[in-house]
């Protein structure tokens, strides 16, 4: 720190700057980010749920568990075991590029138009995340590909 305290203020006006931005303060967002690659580590790795919690900062299972829970509304163990991949409580994360569509104010207009008919074909079937079926899936459709009639060539 320099003795006119100007860093102390440029950290001041960061965490202010940051929250407007954002809506949440960065200490919250990255707590958020924690928690939301250690679902991910849950449900894709097979490492225990303590090394998940070291690996992600927190101090104890316990603190990890209550804090997982607060946001999961299930522990780790429960979201593990039944396999649940959930939007609640996932942080993206911030990169260079959202960053600089904040700042820029770049927005997209969506813009209405009419379309002539268009039919559409595929296949149907279940999958799940246990059993992935979309691969099978996709390569049963490309393989049937020249079966359609008046299909758009180069689509």
Sequence with gaps: MQSDGSIAVQNDNFH??????????????????????????????????????????????????????????????????????TIIGSKKELTAIHIKHLFESVTIQPCIRQLNEVKLIGIRGKSTLRKNRIPEMWRNFHSRIEEIKNRVKGV
């Design 16 to 85: 202010r700057i940051f929250e407007a931005v954002l809506g949440e303060t960065a200490g919250n967002y990255i707590r958020s980010r924690r928690l939301s690659r250690a679902a991910n580590d849950l449900l894709y790795t097979d490492q225990r749920i303590l090394d998940i919690a070291v690996h992600y900062q927190f101090d104890s299972q316990e603190a990890f568990n209550r804090a997982f829970k607060r946001v999961y509304k299930v522990s780790p163990g429960a979201y593990r075991k039944n396999r649940i991949d």
